[in-house]
């Protein structure tokens, strides 16, 4: 089983833009739904975004929609999160994992997850 590998995390500027990507190194991302995490220190993982197996469909949480943009690209075998007009609060460690079911938000319905990018926006 091949394994997910985030990149593109960085420093930016508030107000400025990011574009994370994560490789299924398996080769196997078109059977898979794909979802976007991420973690601030002492806080819980929370849900990002979602997009299903094939890419037609996608979900947010509430506090991204409009300033990231979740897709996909199989034959890459990557799926993207572009992230715009980036905040100070949205500073953390941003994980892709991996899912039979969709639109799910609850970690625990991922069963594959990456080692993580951290993002970190400065005011």
């Known amino acids: 089983q091949g394994q997910l590998v985030e990149s593109g995390g960085g420093l930016v500027q508030a107000g400025g833009s990011v574009r994370l990507s994560c490789v299924d190194s398996?080769?196997?991302?078109?059977?898979?739904?794909m979802g976007w995490f991420r973690q601030a220190p002492g806080k819980e993982r929370e849900f990002v975004a979602a997009?299903?197996?094939?890419?037609?469909?996608?979900h947010y949480a509430s506090f991204v929609r409009g300033r990231f943009t979740i897709s996909r690209d199989n034959t890459q075998n990557t799926v993207f999160l572009q992230m715009n007009s980036l905040k100070p609060e949205d500073t953390a460690v941003y994980y892709c994992a991996a899912s039979k079911f969709y639109p799910v938000v609850g970690a625990q319905r991922y069963d594959s997850w990456g080692q993580g990018t951290q993002v970190t926006v400065s005011s």
């Open positions: 997009i299903s197996r094939t890419g037609p469909s996608v």
């Open positions: 398996g080769r196997t991302l078109s059977t898979k739904n």
